[in-house]
């Protein structure tokens, strides 16, 4: 240990070179599973430099990891890249550089800020999902995926993002906008492969009721992402044709309440059933709603609009001949593309039939209400049914049973269960991505690729212009074998000239099983089925929860069809799931013609209120003022982020860790305060310079004795606060990672140190426990301090408490009269209220403050105060 003042980075350096060179992290895969511990964070996409997203992201996974180390796990903790994806083609376009030298350079960049950081990771373990290997062994699964029959491709509508020119899943679309650019998205027709992740709809939801060490959100959100829905489907026949509507309901109890039919204005019935004279009407609508979002149909604010179709539908029920109008609302691939519509129980439809002037029929009576009077609005809730035939009088809950068994013994309408969740659209028209292993024939369409042939490379010598796939425009990659052949495909009389399919994969396809290819990262085949079930499921996997309907959702689909696969018996691929919550700052800007200009906390100066909340803040370059904003999440768009490299160079990585630990518990917002993260630094320093200055302290052997065997009664406190120190610490680590909790508790013990004045012994046990509940969080200072006291630094473990250490054998009350203290007592711990009280008034001093005299009254709480009311 040095002598000289601290020096984050020296000492930083130094811990990271020795890790290193000790391959310190690297684990076996042959201890026995209950002796191991896996976790993992969500790996980035290699964007250029981490953000205080991905700091906080990071400490927290790697706080949790060598927490479990000291606890004697053998803890698997790997790293590695998201790295294809459309910003590295932006990239091309905008700094006229290749996506792959874009990347990878990204990569070597970032890897340097995790290990500057001090991270634990298995760096033999590390792959970029855009390496050959790994995008090879991707085609291999997604070829065992299509002789599963989990691969099809069909012509359907798409959201097609206008700013990435790709496809989008539904899952990426948000409020009618791309996710990613946040640009708007709109309905095209193409031809795409998909997944059939809807084949396991019903596994994924039951076994969300398992998934027990998974936050509440997002179980919640997953369940209604799946949204299973029991209802029935009923036939309607058209009048004058003979074709049927099928449409699918929830509330078959309303089944007397039609008044009017929704088809999708794209169904196919309606070229079929429109009028002569309403088939221009038709076509304009369909021209207006070319282009439109599934969001902007469909989304609450959205108009709902329709045309008569001038075909009618016949009730089953009750021979009711109603209009069919195509509708905004209905989309194609959605149910079946068709809904039966009450305006009298149906919010959206009774402001339909209002607008189109359409019946609205009340079947459902509202309890205490007149069946007679006028609906103002559509009455959704459960109520007797009326104007309902045999069904009268009945509950509208007890009547849809009813009513469906009616209609199976019909021949109308059966009970049926349908799903939100649709099947994964995976295709997408872009470079950077990884091949789809398909070839088309003019005679045999789309084939596979032989598993041999692969793997299916991307041409390196392509032209980023920002127009269509830069893979459709190669002059020869689509039409050329490995070999440099001409690429064919057999066919039943001999071959065939064949195209390479040009869409690569969306890029949630590589990170559905990343987590798997960890365990086996040198593996020829996709997966070694004997270590990905030695180490799966993740014990603890940690990510945002924006994640909850997207990757998690992938990942859980995609370990159970491995398992179906026989890559695995394990078929949940997450155990326990931790969602930190985001990093945020406040914002600063200015309104110009009519958009706010977002500036950066250096380009403004702020004043602060006593209690650190900026009041004012003005631009540097003019004076002038700006609107503080609201704390919103650190982004490049808000311009309210923090360079860690920035807070790295200044203070250190283990005050950047200890900051992102302490500010906030790990599932909450982490809001950015200078002031904290100073307030860490100078604790960091206050540790070492006590350290440093008492070095003869440290001399001694560690005090193993009891507290009542203590050498002094202020040596046997501090070793009880010691010990209520490690409780408290290990209990918010092993209950739910608060680590801001255990991080207080080094602080508690700080304060408490006092060398000279304690025994050295004691201090020194109390200085080991203090830095061994530190070096999760701050591991760097603490090796360096526990070595400088002449401890194994690789060899600490966490800290034990002994439970018979936590209380005193004796009690300090303080007397007190009026809410000042006159004296201290010492009296026996664990005395109840009447035998404290007893002990107080046969105590010397109680009878000195008072004068012999009865107070008024004595209040006493016990391992508390003693209040005297004169």
């Keep these: ?112 800020q995790l290990k500057r950081m001090g991270f634990s990771y298995a760096w033999s373990r590390e792959f970029a999902t855009s390496d050959p290997d790994y995008a090879h062994r991707e085609q291999q699964l997604f070829l065992d995926l299509v002789e599963k029959g989990l691969v099809y491709r069909k012509s359907s509508m798409v959201n097609w993002s206008t700013g990435l020119n790709t496809v989008l899943a539904n899952e990426q679309v948000v409020d009618g906008k791309c996710w990613r650019t946040d640009t708007p998205v709109i309905q095209k027709e193409l031809p795409q492969w998909f997944i059939r992740t809807t084949a396991y709809s019903e596994e994924l939801l039951n076994e969300i009721d398992n998934l027990n060490d998974w936050p509440d959100a997002v179980r919640i959100m997953q369940r209604n992402w799946l949204g299973r829905s029991v209802g029935a489907e009923i036939d309607f026949k058209i009048d004058a044709h003979d074709d049927t509507i099928t449409v699918f309901t929830t509330r078959p109890d309303t089944i007397f309440g039609v008044t009017f039919m929704s088809l999708a204005p794209e169904h196919a019935l309606v070229d079929k059933i429109v009028s002569d004279e309403q088939r221009a009407a038709i076509e304009a609508f369909r021209e207006e709603l070319q282009g439109q979002s599934e969001e902007d149909r469909t989304g609450e604010k959205s108009e709902k609009k329709g045309v008569f179709t001038g075909a009618y539908a016949i009730n089953p029920v009750n021979g009711d001949k109603v209009p069919i109008f195509a509708a905004n609302f209905v989309l194609a691939d959605y149910g079946t593309g068709a809904v039966m519509a009450v305006p009298g129980h149906d919010t959206r439809d009774f402001a339909f039939a209002k607008t189109y002037d359409l019946p609205i029929k009340k079947v459902i009576l509202e309890d205490g209400t007149d069946a007679d009077a006028e609906l103002s609005d559509a009455f959704t809730e459960v109520g007797s049914l009326i104007n309902s035939s045999q069904f009268d009088g009945q509950r509208s809950d007890v009547a849809k049973v009813n009513i469906i068994k009616w209609f199976e013994e019909g021949g109308f309408g059966r009970e049926q269960v349908t799903w939100r969740y649709r099947d994964w659209g995976i295709s997408r028209q872009r470079y950077w991505g990884n091949p789809l292993p398909f070839v088309f024939g003019e005679e045999m369409g789309a084939v596979p690729i032989r598993k041999q042939d692969l793997p299916v490379c991307l041409p390196d010598d392509v032209v980023f212009d920002g127009i269509g796939n830069p893979l459709e425009k190669h002059p020869t990659w689509a039409t050329t074998a490995n070999d440099g052949s001409e690429l064919k495909v057999q066919t039943q009389s001999g071959y065939e000239p064949a195209r390479r399919e040009t869409d690569t994969a969306d890029t949630f396809l590589e990170s559905s099983w990343y987590f798997a290819r960890y365990t086996c990262p040198d593996e020829e085949g996709p997966l070694d089925k004997t270590r990905v079930d030695h180490w799966l499921p993740v014990d603890l996997y940690v990510g945002g929860i924006e994640h909850a309907c997207m990757h998690l959702l992938y990942a859980r689909f995609f370990q159970k069809a491995l398992a179906d696969m026989g890559y695995s018996d394990v078929r949940e691929p997450f155990k326990r799931l931790l969602c930190q919550g985001m990093v945020v700052k406040e914002t600063y800007f200015r309104e110009e013609n009519g958009a706010k200009v977002y500036f950066s906390p250096n380009d403004v100066t702020v004043e602060k209120d006593e209690k650190g909340k900026v009041v004012k803040a003005t631009l540097n370059d003019d004076g002038q003022p700006v609107t503080v904003g609201r704390i919103e999440k650190m982004s490049k768009s808000k311009n309210n982020g923090v360079d860690p490299q920035e807070l790295i160079d200044q203070y250190g990585a283990d005050t950047a860790r200890l900051f992102s630990l302490f500010a906030a518990p790990p599932e909450k917002d982490l809001e950015w305060n200078e002031a904290g993260v100073a307030g860490c630094s100078r604790f960091l320093r206050r540790l070492w310079d006590l350290v440093q200055k008492h070095s003869d302290v440290w001399q001694a052997d560690a005090y193993t004795g009891t507290a009542k065997d203590a050498p002094s009664k202020a040596d046997a406190a501090i070793i009880r606060t010691m010990h209520n120190s490690i409780k408290r610490a290990t209990q918010a680590m092993e209950k739910d990672f608060s680590f801001n909790v255990a991080i207080a508790e080094c602080m508690t013990l700080f304060n408490e140190l006092k060398p000279g004045e304690l025994d050295d012994g004691v201090c020194k046990a109390a200085l080991n426990a203090l830095l061994c509940i530190l070096k999760p969080m701050a591991p760097h200072i603490a090796s360096e301090l526990l070595t400088g006291i002449g401890l194994d630094a690789g060899a600490a473990t966490w800290p034990s408490f002994d439970e018979s250490e936590l209380v005193a054998d004796e009690i300090e009350y303080p007397l007190q009269v009026k809410g000042k203290i006159k004296a201290k007592i010492m009296l026996p711990s664990g005395l109840d209220k009447n035998a404290l009280e007893e002990a107080v008034k046969a105590h010397p001093e109680y009878q000195a403050v008072t004068g012999g005299a009865e107070p008024r009254k004595l209040i006493v709480v016990p391992g508390k105060i003693v209040n005297i009311v004169p």
């Design 1 to 112: 240990m040095s002598d000289n003042a601290y020096d984050a980075s020296a000492v930083e350096t130094k811990w990271q070179q020795h890790w290193e060179a000790e391959d310190a992290f690297e684990v076996r895969d042959d201890v026995p599973r209950e002796q191991c511990y896996y976790v993992l964070e969500m790996f980035p996409y290699p964007s250029g430099k981490l953000h205080m997203g991905h700091v906080r992201n990071y400490s927290i996974g790697d706080a949790i990891a060598r927490y479990k180390r000291m606890n004697g796990f053998h803890v698997l903790h790997p790293m590695g890249w998201d790295s294809f994806g459309l910003p590295a083609e932006q990239a091309a376009i905008d700094r006229d550089q290749h996506p792959k030298k874009w990347t990878y350079e990204n990569i070597d960049h970032m890897r340097g």
